[in-house]
């Protein structure tokens, strides 16, 4: 891109986040984003920056990217909650909305020019379901966005979901003529009738979610109308329920009020270099960026899975050894697509092992990164209660001294696994006996202090997986008494089987 056509003004942004999520988000934007004025709601994050759109489209932790219209604070007691209120506290003199709009049309041109700048068509059998939680954080409801690149027509009910065309929402059932929120379903079009149309002229529609005390007053579709015919008698833009120029989001409850225009298609979730996804992105960009990364590192996975996190993290950090395990044949040959797809071959490679007889030296990586499993969506036949124990003593024997291990777990997981770390002092009437094993069953824990003695405990992060939560665990190995300085410095030596897609 040539350096006439960089954003350099600052531009106001937010993204939505899955919950949890904000945490990363708000290191994210002010690492590689260098953003001012960084803020946030449960949901959302607000920031500030002079960074070209490219690079804020790259952002991993976000759900979806827009241009923040205005931020008010939500409306008072004393405030009108009549429709002329409204129109009045939300459009002022229309300024806003102006400078706004001109931002907008300068991003997309800017978005345009690039010639990867339409994002890719999801692949066939490419499953990804929206969480209902991060569908409300994200405040859009109502049909797909239509901006200046044409619409898209997806076939998954999933994806139909994720960019709000389920018929199902309440905001989609309006049709009074300006009510602009509409769920038909929005036939693929030519691109070039919006990339020519004047400056002058803007066709728009609003998608609005509303909550709290105003939610009893007015409904979704109540506000949208509200709202557009304040814009089109205002500022003369014209409403378009099927293919305009943009779409207004609104999200309005007892604390916020929040109005914005979403700049791209697809949600910034979607990953292009991810043929089957497995875990979802934004939690694997997450683990990847708690485990402390190096140039030079070796990082294995000894649940892989499809290779969601590995693929991350690759994707992530260069100059790094990446290995994946996995005893479940049918699942390496999706990770080895993946990493076929996503041209990592040279630095992540697969193994089919058991995570209970990890096939490496004691002390040999840097990191240990796992996703290990609920049994809830996939099911499985492992009693992960009285497995997890021996699945993480191998992730402990394999890890190196100041190694970080990262761990996604279910909460009743993620319980076991703390009282397992829990030193507990062995009574005077069981001295001398044998010891139990196992965070199952009916086992005494207090005759073991510490099933894990060489990890220390970081922190813990509580994330949404969409009907259930789950919690990143972090750890440190630190030496100990009992810990194991013996193995090679490195994994590079291995030469593990890549198992080849059949």
């Given at each position: 891109?040539?350096?006439?056509?960089?954003?350099?003004?600052?531009?106001?942004?937010?993204?939505?986040?899955?919950?949890?999520?904000?945490?990363?988000?708000?290191?994210?934007?002010?690492?590689?984003?260098?953003?001012?004025?960084?803020?946030?709601?449960?949901?959302?994050?607000?920031?500030?920056?002079?960074?070209?759109?490219?690079?804020?489209?790259?952002?991993?932790?976000?759900?979806?990217?827009?241009?923040?219209?205005?931020?008010?604070?939500?409306?008072?007691?004393?405030?009108?909650?009549?429709?002329?209120?409204?129109?009045?506290?939300?459009?002022?003199?229309?300024?806003?909305?102006?400078?706004?709009?001109?931002?907008?049309?300068?991003?997309?041109?800017?978005?345009?020019?690039?010639?990867?700048?339409?994002?890719?068509?999801?692949?066939?059998?490419?499953?990804?379901?929206?969480?209902?939680?991060?569908?409300?954080?994200?405040?859009?409801?109502?049909?797909?966005?239509?901006?200046?690149?044409?619409?898209?027509?997806?076939?998954?009910?999933?994806?139909?979901?994720?960019?709000?065309?389920?018929?199902?929402?309440?905001?989609?059932?309006?049709?009074?003529?300006?009510?602009?929120?509409?769920?038909?379903?929005?036939?693929?079009?030519?691109?070039?009738?919006?990339?020519?149309?004047?400056?002058?002229?803007?066709?728009?529609?609003?998608?609005?979610r509303c909550s709290g005390a105003l939610s009893r007053r007015f409904s979704p579709q109540d506000l949208s109308r509200i709202?557009?015919?304040?814009?089109?008698?205002?500022?003369?833009?014209?409403?378009?329920?099927?293919?305009?120029?943009?779409?207004?989001?609104?999200?309005?409850?007892?604390?916020?009020?929040?109005?914005?225009?979403?700049?791209?298609?697809?949600?910034?979730?979607?990953?292009?270099?991810?043929?089957?996804?497995?875990?979802?992105?934004?939690?694997?960009?997450?683990?990847?960026?708690?485990?402390?990364?190096?140039?030079?590192?070796?990082?294995?996975?000894?649940?892989?899975?499809?290779?969601?996190?590995?693929?991350?993290?690759?994707?992530?950090?260069?100059?790094?050894?990446?290995?994946?395990?996995?005893?479940?044949?049918?699942?390496?040959?999706?990770?080895?697509?993946?990493?076929?797809?996503?041209?990592?071959?040279?630095?992540?490679?697969?193994?089919?092992?058991?995570?209970?007889?990890?096939?490496?030296?004691?002390?040999?990586?840097?990191?240990?990164?796992?996703?290990?499993?609920?049994?809830?969506?996939?099911?499985?036949?492992?009693?992960?209660?009285?497995?997890?124990?021996?699945?993480?003593?191998?992730?402990?024997?394999?890890?190196?001294?100041?190694?970080?291990?990262?761990?996604?777990?279910?909460?009743?997981l993620s319980c076991l696994l703390k009282k397992s770390m829990t030193p507990r002092p062995v009574p005077s009437h069981t001295?001398?006996?044998?010891?139990?094993?196992?965070?199952?069953?009916?086992?005494?824990?207090s005759l073991t202090p510490s099933l894990f003695p060489s990890l220390q405990p970081l922190s813990y992060h509580r994330v949404?997986?969409?009907?259930?939560?789950?919690?990143?665990?972090?750890?440190?190995?630190?030496?100990?008494?009992?810990?194991?300085?013996?193995?090679?410095?490195?994994?590079?030596?291995?030469?593990?089987?890549?198992?080849?897609?059949?």
């Amino acid at each position: 891109m040539n350096d006439s056509n960089c954003q350099c003004a600052a531009l106001q942004f937010y993204c939505t986040a899955g919950n949890g999520m904000e945490p990363f988000l708000i290191q994210e934007v002010k690492t590689k984003l260098a953003a001012k004025d960084v803020d946030h709601i449960p949901g959302k994050v607000f920031f500030t920056t002079s960074s070209e759109i490219k690079q804020v489209r790259e952002l991993k932790s976000a759900e979806r990217l827009f241009l923040l219209l205005k931020r008010h604070s939500p409306l008072l007691a004393h405030t009108p909650k009549t429709p002329s209120g409204i129109q009045s506290r939300l459009m002022g003199d229309g300024s806003d909305w102006t400078r706004a709009v001109l931002s907008w049309r300068s991003l997309q041109r800017d978005l345009m020019m690039r010639s990867d700048c339409t994002l890719s068509v999801a692949l066939p059998g490419r499953k990804r379901k929206m969480e209902e939680e991060e569908e409300k954080d994200s405040g859009v409801e109502g049909s797909t966005f239509n901006g200046p690149y044409g619409t898209q027509k997806l076939g998954l009910e999933g994806k139909r979901r994720e960019f709000g065309l389920s018929k199902d929402t309440s905001s989609t059932e309006d049709s009074g003529s300006v009510s602009c929120v509409s769920g038909d379903k929005v036939e693929e079009d030519s691109i070039e009738g919006s990339r020519d149309r004047k400056t002058s002229t803007v066709s728009f529609r609003v998608s609005c979610r509303c909550s709290g005390a105003l939610s009893r007053r007015f409904s979704p579709q109540d506000l949208s109308r509200i709202i557009g015919t304040a814009v089109s008698r205002q500022l003369g833009w014209r409403v378009d329920l099927r293919k305009p120029d943009l779409e207004v989001n609104v999200y309005m409850s007892d604390d916020h009020c929040v109005l914005g225009i979403p700049l791209l298609r697809l949600p910034l979730a979607n990953r292009s270099y991810m043929k089957t996804t497995g875990l979802r992105s934004t939690i694997a960009w997450a683990m990847a960026s708690l485990s402390d990364i190096k140039p030079g590192s070796c990082v294995i996975d000894p649940m892989c899975g499809v290779g969601t996190i590995l693929l991350e993290a690759a994707h992530e950090y260069q100059d790094v050894f990446f290995l994946g395990l996995d005893i479940d044949e049918s699942q390496l040959v999706k990770a080895s697509q993946n990493v076929e797809f996503a041209k990592f071959g040279d630095r992540v490679q697969l193994l089919q092992a058991s995570s209970k007889e990890i096939p490496l030296p004691s002390c040999s990586v840097d990191v240990v990164v796992c996703d290990v499993p609920f049994g809830k969506k996939f099911g499985t036949k492992t009693d992960m209660a009285a497995s997890l124990p021996v699945i993480v003593r191998e992730m402990e024997r394999v890890l190196r001294v100041g190694g970080t291990l990262v761990l996604l777990l279910s909460p009743q997981l993620s319980c076991l696994l703390k009282k397992s770390m829990t030193p507990r002092p062995v009574p005077s009437h069981t001295q001398g006996e044998g010891t139990g094993v196992g965070l199952g069953g009916d086992v005494d824990p207090s005759l073991t202090p510490s099933l894990f003695p060489s990890l220390q405990p970081l922190s813990y992060h509580r994330v949404s997986l969409g009907a259930i939560d789950a919690l990143i665990h972090k750890y440190v190995k630190i030496l100990t008494a009992t810990t194991t300085l013996s193995g090679p410095d490195c994994i590079h030596t291995l030469n593990p089987c890549i198992v080849d897609p059949e």
